[in-house]
């Protein structure tokens, strides 16, 4: 083949001999898990749709593995008026927002410290809050029930007086338990921060509250939306704490209103399906607000360092 043929577009240039074109196996492997992977985690949340969307005669004849013979949206409707959603709703936005905004203003300036500024112990001080990530919540139980029995506090945060029975105990104890992870990653995010920038503002005459607040914090804004999100899906989902650290039925997170739907003998599980799919919907919503912020923060936060 000469060489106009071979620059003449639209040529197909032969391989050379005894080379053969590799498939990218890994590629292929790697989406035929993601699919799998998508599959099953979407199976139980379509399959809770499917009975959300069924009467309780239909599957107390059927089953609920069956064909549908009819479909309504009527058990949403219940399970709105029976189990009071919208204050539970209200619930645990009082919880959930105050503990987020808590915890990340905290662990951004802990972190800022242990990064950003000289001390001896700051090694030891990280390593103190990424080990509290390691400590199983029912190791502490019944010492920490003990203690909110014991901690008293103003009436205007806390009816009883007490921490126990109180959203501001909740609120405490959520902000405890995650403070130690977000301090860890954005810690992490962090120390990717060049150190010139930080030079180049001390020469400035840039006092630590600015490097801190304007310089540290609009580039952690990634890394700050994925651990909001990250917050808020953990902390309005918990439930454990609110059954233990909390005796009023009224004074507890949505999640308690799935259990008030659970009766003694019989349970409408229809019914319960519809209510949980209501109280997910506030952290799709969180996610869908903060999806560009969530996924560049996860991007980010895996290149740099």
């Not at 972190?111 to 509290?132: C, D, E, S, Y």
């Not at 804004?221 to 609110?242: G, S």
Request: proline share 5%; charged share 10%.
């Amino acid at each position: 083949m000469t060489t106009e043929a071979l620059t003449r577009p639209g040529t197909a240039v032969p391989s050379a001999p005894g080379r053969r074109r590799t498939r990218p196996w890994g590629q292929v492997a790697s989406q035929a898990f993601l699919i799998v992977a998508s599959v099953l985690w979407l199976l139980p949340i379509a399959f809770a749709l499917y009975v959300a969307v069924r009467p309780y005669s239909d599957t107390r004849k059927y089953g609920y593995v069956s064909l549908p013979h009819h479909l309504t949206l009527k058990n949403f409707s219940d399970a709105w008026t029976q189990s009071d959603m919208l204050h539970f709703f209200w619930n645990s936005v009082l919880i959930t927002v105050p503990a987020v905004i808590i915890v990340l203003a905290l662990a951004s300036g802990v972190a800022f410290v242990l990064t950003r500024v000289n001390v001896k112990f700051n090694v030891a001080l990280l390593i103190l809050f990424t080990a509290g990530n390691l400590l199983p919540q029912q190791v502490i139980i019944t010492p920490l029930y003990r203690l909110y029995l014991k901690i008293t506090l103003p009436h205007f945060l806390s009816d009883s007086g007490l921490m126990y029975n109180s959203i501001f105990g909740l609120i405490a104890i959520n902000v405890a338990f995650q403070l130690g992870f977000c301090v860890f990653v954005l810690s992490n995010y962090m120390k990717s921060v060049p150190e010139e920038m930080y030079e180049a503002a001390l020469v400035d005459g840039a006092s630590l509250w600015t490097r801190f607040w304007r310089l540290t914090i609009p580039l952690c804004r990634p890394a700050l939306a994925a651990l909001a999100t990250l917050l808020t899906t953990w902390i309005y989902n918990d439930f454990f704490w609110a059954i233990t650290l909390m005796s009023s039925g009224d004074k507890r997170p949505v999640t308690s209103a799935l259990a008030n739907l659970q009766g003694q003998f019989v349970s409408n599980q229809n019914l319960i399906a519809a209510a949980a799919m209501i109280a997910a919907v506030p952290t799709l919503v969180v996610y869908i607000l903060l999806q560009k912020q969530f996924i560049a923060g996860l991007s980010l936060g895996a290149s740099k360092g």
